[in-house]
């Protein structure tokens, strides 16, 4: 497999910012973290090697990047006000830098998927959500897409907007909307096994269904836990049989 790293000084985030690609040929997609781990977490846990014959073949591209989150929601000696500032830094960092980097390594036309899992799930969903004109869809997996889950508390008009289960009950932006029906890759998947919490999932899925927006919702059952084993069979699955 085509393997390539590399790194930018990023002027939305004011530093060093690492990505590796894998493959050469098919649709994009880009892998955001768990937690606080970095751009080779995927790969130190061989999600990467379970989609091998997918890049092999052509089918997909990967591009994984850093998360932030030790600067941000994870960050036990940070004021509140500037997480999410710094949250929203990764935003643009995403939309900004990585976004147009992906489209100089493939082509405009190609379509660009988002991905992540745990705290990266709600990552991906938000970032697809607010722009639909430069991501074409999104796999979360293992996700809660309420931002409150990880703010200890703290709640502001930039929290409100960086948490999906929060702003999308009121979003009425026909523009925005619209995009994001267009989209036929929305899928929301958890398992039910330990540390899962299907139930976001289901509730996040219902709040979609009531603003007209197609999605698939996949629950798997409770010998699927909140781990690297689940994430390794759900994400090949998707992408070889959805896509």
């Known amino acids: 497999m085509h393997r390539q790293l590399t790194s930018w000084y990023s002027p939305s985030l004011n530093k060093e910012m690492p990505l590796v690609m894998y493959g050469n040929y098919g649709f994009a997609l880009l892998l955001v973290p768990t937690a606080s781990a970095d751009y080779l977490e995927y790969?130190?846990?061989q999600l990467i090697d379970s989609l091998a014959p997918?890049?092999?073949a052509g089918k997909v591209k990967v591009f994984s990047i850093?998360?932030?989150n030790?600067?941000?929601w994870l960050n036990n000696h940070m004021d509140p006000k500037h997480k999410i500032i710094r949250h929203q830094h990764f935003n643009e960092y995403v939309f900004n830098e990585v976004i147009p980097f992906i489209k100089t390594h493939t082509s405009n036309e190609t379509p660009i998927y988002i991905c992540g899992a745990s705290f990266g799930a709600l990552h991906s969903m938000n970032l697809f959500l607010k722009r639909p004109d430069l991501i074409?869809?999104?796999?979360a997996m293992s996700g809660v897409y309420d931002l409150t889950e990880y703010t200890k508390g703290y709640y502001d008009e930039d929290v409100y907007f960086n948490s999906p289960q929060h702003y999308m009950p009121n979003l009425d932006d026909h523009g925005i909307l619209q995009q994001i029906r267009k989209s036929d890759h929305i899928h929301i998947v958890s398992g039910s096994g330990d540390y899962e919490d299907p139930d976001a999932g289901r509730k996040f899925?219902?709040?979609?269904?009531?603003k007209g927006i197609w999605y698939e919702l996949d629950i798997w059952g409770s010998e699927w836990k909140h781990e690297w084993p689940t994430w390794r069979h759900m994400l090949p699955q998707y992408l070889s049989s959805k896509f």
């Open 66 to 68: 850093n998360s932030i």
């Open 54 to 56: 997918l890049v092999n």
């Open 70 to 72: 030790n600067e941000s």
């Open 205 to 210: 899925a219902k709040t979609l269904y009531d």
């Open 136 to 139: 074409n869809g999104v796999i």
């Open 43 to 45: 790969e130190r846990f």
